[in-house]
């Protein structure tokens, strides 16, 4: 298994930018976590995602995050308009069941100028 | 919110030596997952621990979770170059709720040749 997919590696774009990040989960697994990770806050949990449909979205921090899983393999998140206070990794997971093991892809890269 | 205490958040070791980190939960909690991320690299699940008083070894790496299912701890005996990276307790409640999956700020491991 290729296991968590995720692209672009890298992003850098210029603040008031649209940036897209793509994640394809492990085949099979139902459960699909957006994480996002930065040296003053760690790592936190924006939106998870159960057969498709967002279960719980209180992490994202504004209106600027948008998620979407239009089907079983593939999943974007979505900042609108960029700050610079957005820049850091942001990781997609996935997992057979809730409580699971997740899966971790190998992260995007973001940095907002 | 849960609150997820790990300490210590930084540790420098020689190699050879023995490692420590803990975690504590002001709740009780239904598990604990580990995870290590290299750096530059991603999390990577290493153990689950969900019954009280349980103890797991991995070769060097050994792992408790409490009496009271509050408080875990890894501990690594004769650190090796290759253990670099930082280690997470991840925590999940009785809510059962991904959501709940609470991430510890980490303890970054430094193992000098």
């Known amino acids: 298994d290729a296991g968590v997919i995720q692209s672009p590696r890298h992003e850098v774009t210029e603040m008031g930018q649209e940036v897209t990040l793509r994640c394809k989960p492990i085949s099979g697994h139902d459960y699909l976590f957006w994480y996002r990770q930065t040296m003053m806050r760690g790592l936190e949990l924006l939106i998870y995602?159960?057969?498709?449909?967002?279960?719980?979205d209180s992490g994202m921090p504004e209106d600027r995050f948008s998620a979407k899983m239009p089907n079983a393999s593939f999943s974007t998140l979505k900042i609108q308009p960029s700050e610079p206070r957005d820049s850091a990794v942001y990781f997609c997971?996935?997992?057979?069941?809730?409580?699971?093991?997740?899966?971790f892809g190998p992260g995007t890269r973001l940095t907002v100028l | 919110g849960q609150q997820v205490m790990q300490i210590p958040q930084y540790q420098h070791v020689q190699e050879g030596e023995d490692f420590t980190t803990y975690c504590n939960s002001s709740?009780?909690?239904?598990?604990i997952q580990w995870y290590k991320q290299r750096p530059g690299g991603h999390p990577v699940f290493l153990i689950q621990?969900?019954?009280?008083?349980e103890v797991k070894k991995q070769k060097r790496l050994t792992f408790q979770f409490g009496e009271a299912k509050k408080n875990s701890s890894l501990h690594i005996t004769a650190t090796q170059t290759t253990d670099v990276g930082t280690y997470f307790c991840a925590a999940r409640t009785f809510s059962g709720s991904a959501r709940q999956l609470t991430f510890g700020s980490g303890t970054q491991l430094t193992v000098l040749p």
């Open positions: 709740t009780t909690l239904s598990n």
């Open positions: 995602f159960n057969n498709n449909v967002p279960i719980d």
């Open positions: 621990l969900v019954k009280s008083g």
């Open positions: 997971a996935s997992s057979l069941q809730v409580t699971d093991t997740q899966y």
